[in-house]
T-cell receptor
Framework: NAGVMQNPRHLVRRRGQEARLRCSPM?????VYWYRQLPEEGLKFMVY????????ESGMPKERFSAEFPKEGPSILRIQQVVRGDSAAYFC??????????????FGPGTRLTVT | KQEVTQIPAALSVPEGENLVLNCSFT??????LQWFRQDPGKGLTSLLL?????REQTSGRLNASLDKSSGRSTLYIAASQPGDSATYLC????????????FGEGTQLTVNP
């Protein structure tokens, strides 16, 4: 069973461009979480999704950021009009449906976004 | 608002030493607590998950304890090895907002040969 997969692993964008980060959860997992790790800071929760539903987006910046988890395909974290402050490592985690919202979360390797 | 603190921020020890990493949290109404390891430039590897009803969990040379009422957890590493060098993160899940993990900023451990 492959682990949580994220791509790309590294992404460079110029200010004002869009960044799309993809996350494929572990097989059988239908809960996806996104976290951000800014340089020299801890991981911060951004959003929690189930298939076709955003359950908790209380950690998402109000503007420019959006997330989706369609019925088919990976979860996407989208950042529009990136700024230098968006440079960070973005981690995706998944948990299995049988454990519900309180199940153990399994993390992907992260996408390191650099905005130049 | 839950806050998680890890002490020390960095630790350097000689190989073979037993060591303890500390984690404290301000809101004791947690559902569980998870310890992770993060290697430089890599993702997180889950080490131990302790449910709020449990006092400790063990895996190999690792032992994690939880004192929910006092808001503390410790990760004990026995007979440390250079391969244990990494950043160790503590994260809690609340009883009420059960989806998100709240992380500490980690302890950066270096085990010297």
């Amino acid at each position: 069973n492959a682990g949580v997969m994220q791509n790309p692993r590294h992404l460079v964008r110029r200010r004002g461009q869009e960044a799309r980060l993809r996350c494929s959860p572990m097989k059988g997992h239908s809960h996806v979480y996104w976290y951000r790790q800014l340089p020299e800071e801890g991981l911060k929760f951004m959003v929690y999704l189930q298939k076709e539903n955003i359950i908790d987006e209380s950690g998402m910046p109000k503007e420019r950021f959006s997330a989706e988890f369609p019925k088919e395909g990976p979860s996407i974290l989208r950042i529009q009009q990136v700024v230098r402050g968006d440079s960070a490592a973005y981690f995706c985690a998944s948990s299995p449906v049988r454990q519900g919202v309180r199940g153990e979360q399994y993390f992907g390797p992260g996408t390191r976004l650099t905005v130049t | 608002k839950q806050e998680v603190t890890q002490i020390p921020a960095a630790l350097s020890v000689p190989e073979g030493e037993n060591l303890v990493l500390n984690c404290s949290f301000t809101d004791s109404a947690i559902y569980n607590l998870q310890w992770f390891r993060q290697d430089p430039g890599k993702g997180l590897t889950s080490l131990l998950l302790i449910q709020s009803s449990q006092r400790e969990q063990t895996s190999g040379r690792l032992n994690a304890s939880l004192d929910k009422s006092s808001g503390r957890s410790t990760l004990y590493i026995a007979a440390s090895q250079p391969g244990d060098s990494a950043t160790y993160l503590c994260a809690v899940r609340q009883e009420t907002s059960g989806s998100r993990l709240t992380f500490g900023e980690g302890t950066q451990l270096t085990v010297n040969p």
